[in-house]
Nanobody, 124 residues
Framework: QVQLVESGGGSVQAGGSLRLSCAAS????????MGWFRQVPGKEREFVAS????????YYADSVKFRFTISRDNAKNTVYLQMNRLKPEDTAVYYC?????????????????WGQGTQVTVSS
């Protein structure tokens, strides 16, 4: 059973930046797509970004495009989410997810394992 541990969340003012990290256990990290999702109370979990197993293909939600960057280091079994120009509406719990295949996807159903989440709070 793979374990995903997120870190890097916190509180920041609007316009600021945060970098989330997700460390994965196991030796098959490089064979699977990785993604980031977020959720606010009372709403469904929503897609933020994903990267294919090699990192060559990435997808972003329209709401974060050109502000957030997903990347991965397969040698370190780690995926990152660099978040710039943060807005109050980016406030949420952010979850790291491991895909069922190596193909990047935006669908929640394409991901099999989830981290415990890390809180990001952006104040105006």
């Amino acid at each position: 059973q793979v374990q995903l541990v997120e870190s890097g969340g916190g509180s920041v003012q609007a316009g600021g930046s945060l970098r989330l990290s997700c460390a994965a256990s196991g030796r098959t990290f490089s064979s699977y797509t990785m993604g980031w999702f977020r959720q606010v109370p009372g709403k469904e979990r929503e897609f933020v970004a994903s990267t294919s197993m090699t990192g060559s293909i990435t997808y972003y939600a329209d709401s974060v495009k050109f502000r957030f960057t997903i990347s991965r280091d397969n040698a370190k079994n780690t995926v990152y989410l660099q978040m710039n120009r943060l807005k109050p509406e980016d406030t949420a719990v952010y979850y790291c997810a491991k895909g069922k295949t190596g193909l990047a996807s935006t669908a929640t159903s394409a991901f099999a394992s989830w981290g415990q989440g890390t809180q990001v709070t952006v104040s105006s």
